[in-house]
T-cell receptor, first 122, second 117 residues
Framework: NAGVTQTPKFQVLKTGQSMTLQCAQDMNHEYMSWYRQDPGMGLRLIHY???????DQGEVPNGYNVSRSTTEDFPLRLLSAAPSQTSVYFC?????????????????????FGAGSRLTVL | AQTVTQSQPEMSVQEAETVTLSCTYD???????LFWYKQPPSRQMILVIR??????QNATENRFSVNFQKAAKSFSLKISDSQLGDAAMYFCAFLGFYGGSQGNLIFGKGTKLSVKP
């Protein structure tokens, strides 16, 4: 059981280049999300998905695209990289998130994170 | 919109001592979850403890416990018998179920904890 796997762990890009950060989970989680972490800013939500074929924007979506064609995969695409996108990116998943019910399993509203991807844009 | 505030950017504690990290949040909801996540130098995000707002009893996990004050919208983390391995960045997070941030975690900016031997 690998959990949440992110690739690559490190990447250096030039301004204007495009790339995709990959995220895969093998826990059959419906909810997946992407966060970016910047010094002094905590983690901010970029995009999220509540199931295959369903995606939505978070707090800082500009410059990023996502898709969710399968339950397992949730790639994050940078269309034209900018230095402001230099950051550490985290993918996270949950069986469900945001469902308020005492009948849900204990892991239902808990996020499992990947190991992070450090991206530098020159 | 919900906000999460961690007012202590850095904290320090002596090994074996107790330290308390502060977190306050702003919400109009009555049902929500609160979390503390730990991020060691390895960068991995690790769940430390979770509190459901409908539960009056404070959550505990071994040496980690919380002081949840719903009326004051306060959620502090107490680490007892601090160990060198507790040195990390700690993030407080809020999960609501209504409004603009429905179903997504909102994080504070973090508190960096150092443990002195």
């Amino acid at each position: 059981n690998a959990g949440v796997t992110q690739t690559p762990k490190f990447q250096v890009l030039k301004t204007g280049q495009s790339m995709t950060l990959q995220c895969a989970q093998d826990m059959n989680h419906e909810y997946m999300s992407w966060y970016r972490q910047d010094p002094g800013m905590g983690l901010r939500l970029i995009h999220y998905s509540v199931g295959a074929g369903i995606t939505d924007q978070g707090e800082v979506p500009n410059g990023y695209n996502v898709s969710r064609s399968t339950t397992e995969d949730f790639p994050l695409r940078l269309l034209s990289a900018a230095p402001s996108q230099t950051s550490v990116y985290f993918c996270a998943s949950s069986p469900t998130l945001g469902l308020l019910s005492t009948s849900l399993p204990s892991g239902a509203n808990v996020l499992t994170f990947g190991a992070g991807s450090r991206l530098t844009v020159l | 919109a919900q906000t999460v505030t961690q007012s202590q950017p850095e904290m320090s504690v002596q090994e074996a001592e107790t330290v308390t990290l502060s977190c306050t949040y702003d919400t109009s909801e009555s049902d929500y979850y609160l979390f503390w996540y730990k991020q060691p130098p390895s960068r991995q995000m690790i769940l430390v403890i979770r509190q459901e707002a409908y539960k009056q009893q404070n959550a505990t996990e071994n040496r980690f416990s919380v002081n949840f004050q719903k009326a004051a919208k306060s959620f502090s983390l107490k680490i007892s018998d601090s160990q060198l391995g507790d040195a990390a960045m700690y993030f407080c997070a809020f999960l609501g179920f209504y409004g603009g941030s429905q179903g997504n975690l909102i994080f504070g900016k973090g508190t960096k904890l150092s443990v002195k031997p």
